[in-house]
């Protein structure tokens, strides 16, 4: 990040932004405590499902519209 005119409150907004969309947020929450690999496997299940739900309804979303 590079602060520009001493605005250090819009470089921390456009970092905050940065980690959010890259996930670290979430990733720091995850490692806050340990996770047995069992319910990793079924978080990382469960995710996959939303990811292919989501994709499903844009795609639909998509093909309705065209």
């Known amino acids: 990040m ?3 005119d001493n605005n250090v409150d819009q470089a921390l907004r456009a970092l905050k932004k940065k980690m959010q969309r890259e996930g670290i947020y979430r990733e720091m ?3 806050r405590s340990f996770e047995k690999p069992s319910e990793r496997k079924k ?6 499902v939303r990811r292919a739900r989501k ?5 639909a979303l998509r093909e309705g519209n065209a």
């Open 29 to 31: 929450k995850l490692r």
């Open 2 to 4: 590079v602060v520009r």
């Open 43 to 48: 978080r990382e299940a469960a995710e996959a």
């Open 55 to 59: 994709l499903a309804r844009k795609r």
